[in-house]
């Protein structure tokens, strides 16, 4: 588990563990990122505010990338296994 406080001007979250691209396609459903408290709704791309998000891998981190910056102060708690 992972948890960041959100600055307002970030939509990017590169997670402490990484799950490497090959391990991703079986892995991404087993990351759950939660804003506030509330669960969010992970998509294949393009994620559209900040109740949806994608997971990515970049050759060196695991990035939780939601479609629109969190507000200032809220809470993203990402829950994941590697």
């Known amino acids: 588990m992972d948890d960041f406080i959100a600055n307002g001007s970030t939509s990017a979250f590169a997670l402490n ?3 490497a691209v090959a391990q991703l396609s079986d892995f991404a459903q087993g990351v759950q990122v939660y804003r506030n408290g509330q669960r969010l709704l992970q998509v294949g791309s393009s994620p ?3 109740s949806e998000y994608t997971v990515t891998d970049n050759g060196s981190a695991t990035v939780v ?4 910056n969190p507000a200032n ?5 990402v829950d994941y296994w590697v």
Not at 65 to 68: I, K, N, Y
Not at 73 to 77: D, F, G, M, R
Request: proline share 0%; no cysteine; net charge negative.
């Open 17 to 19: 563990n990484r799950i």
């Open 48 to 50: 559209q505010d900040a």
């Open 65 to 68: 990338t939601l479609g629109a």
């Open 73 to 77: 102060l809220e809470v993203i708690i």
